[in-house]
Nanobody, 121 residues
Framework: QVQLVESGGGLVQAGGSQRLSCAAS????????MGWFRQAPEKPRELVAN???????TYTDSVRGRFTISRDNAKNTVYLQMNSLKPEDTAVYYC???????????????WGQGTQVTVSS
């Protein structure tokens, strides 16, 4: 089993910055794609950004140019640097990882517990 532990988040003023971290631990063979989703009240969960093992990253349009996702494969950790934050970025941010177990070809999705990001206007 893999555990994803998130850190960062909290309250920030509009225009400010925050950095989220998510570290994977436990027993696994390899971690493939890692990324972040977010969910605002009464809205569906949406993909914010993800990053492959080769550092190829994708972003949802609303955060492109403001957020940067990165990863440290040696530490099995993914980061989300959020700049120029807006009130509409307020949400619970969830880390996820595509995990491959030893002896298996497929992967499963592991999720963090979520961390609240609140941007005040």
């Amino acid at each position: 089993q893999v555990q994803l532990v998130e850190s960062g988040g909290g309250l920030v003023q509009a225009g400010g910055s925050q950095r989220l971290s998510c570290a994977a631990s436990g027993t696994f063979f390899r971690i493939h794609t890692m990324g972040w989703f977010r969910q605002a009240p009464e809205k569906p969960r949406e993909l914010v950004a993800n990053i492959l093992t080769g550092d190829s990253a994708t972003y949802t349009d609303s955060v492109r140019g403001r957020f940067t996702i990165s990863r440290d494969n040696a530490k099995n950790t993914v980061y989300l640097q959020m700049n120029s934050l807006k009130p509409e970025d307020t949400a619970v941010y969830y880390c996820y990882a595509e995990v491959q177990m030893a002896g298996l070809r497929g992967t499963y999705s592991a999720w963090g517990q979520g961390t609240q990001v609140t941007v005040s206007s």
